[in-house]
């Protein structure tokens, strides 16, 4: 007895509804039509209009698979680094410039706890990735070009506002490339300087302006006109090739035991003035891609 098979050209009905909608990745071609994935997930009963659902597909074993629902631990962190970049918007324009830059650094460490969670929970997912995307363009896109303008750009003017503008804009440009270019760049590296880390050298120089605000006030022109070079430079190192260390794996390599000692010592140094000091980190860090950069090109 012989089986009927659908006419040509036309799905299997049972394939198409199982619930799973899946697609063997090692049956499909590399020029699989992704629209056509797409209509079929829409197409899918759970988007009866009634509820409030995610469904997205994800690649599990080989296999496209579409799941139902978000993972709750990494999205809860990315929510909390959201609200504190939203709450130093919100600081900033009340002059509360201190409080403001707090919230990012708070969000910096967020940032970083949500990515490490859900690799330890193995809870990674699509919507996670695009919502920590999210979450970043405003926390370290929006809030800190708001801070330097708030606290030293307003008086320029629109000169003042297009150098703020150039931070942010940067930053939209850094997160989506970085989006594009998962699994293709070495991970080791990143390239340009990363996000949360330009918005740490803004914040961190607001903060050391205001703690230093007895020698700053009597050069308040030219602080002004540091910012507006400053936050332009710190854009601008995001959308750069410059490779930067991302120490993703550091943490699973053994080092000499002088490092530890060396480590608290820079603790020690930061400790006497946390704000000078993790602003000079900072410059260390983004003037280390530079140098390793030139120094590649004088070799190469």
Not at 140 to 147: K, M, Q, T
Not at 182 to 203: E, M, N, Q, R, W
Not at 224 to 247: D, R, T
Request: hydrophobic share 50%; aromatic share 12%; charged share 15%.
């Amino acid at each position: 007895m012989t089986t009927e098979q659908p006419p040509k050209g036309q799905p299997n009905s049972e394939h198409l509804n199982d619930g799973l909608l899946q697609d063997s990745a090692a049956a499909q071609p590399p020029f699989v039509d992704e629209h056509d994935f797409n209509i079929r997930l829409a197409d899918n009963e759970s988007y009866d209009g009634l509820t409030f659902e995610v469904i997205e597909a994800e690649v599990a074993e080989g296999q496209r698979v579409v799941s139902r629902g978000v993972y709750l631990a990494p999205n809860l962190i990315t929510t909390l680094s959201l609200l504190s970049g939203f709450y130093s918007i919100l600081a900033s324009t009340q002059g509360e410039f201190y409080k403001a830059s707090l919230a990012i650094f708070l969000s910096a460490i967020l940032d970083g706890a949500d990515g490490r969670v859900a690799r330890m929970l193995n809870a990674q997912s699509p919507f996670g990735e695009q919502y920590d995307s999210l979450a970043d363009m405003l926390a370290f896109g929006v809030a800190p070009a708001i801070l330097v303008y708030s606290f030293a750009l307003q008086p320029l003017g629109r000169i003042g506002l297009g150098c703020a503008f150039v931070f942010t804009a940067c930053a939209a440009f850094r997160l989506a490339r970085f989006n594009v270019q998962v699994g293709i760049v070495d991970k080791k590296y990143f390239v340009g300087l990363a996000s949360p880390l330009a918005a740490i050298l803004v914040t961190a120089a607001v903060m050391v302006a205001v703690d230093h605000n007895e020698w700053v006030g009597q050069y308040d022109t030219a602080v002004i006109f540091l910012f507006a070079a400053w936050v332009v430079i710190c854009g601008l190192l995001m959308v750069s090739n410059v490779k930067y260390y991302s120490f993703k794996e550091f943490d699973k390599k053994k080092v000499p035991f002088v490092v530890l000692i060396i480590g608290v010592l820079v603790m020690s140094i930061v400790l006497y003035d946390i704000p000078v000091g993790i602003l000079a980190i900072g410059i260390i860090y983004a003037l280390s891609g530079i140098v390793t950069t030139i120094k590649a090109k004088a070799n190469f």
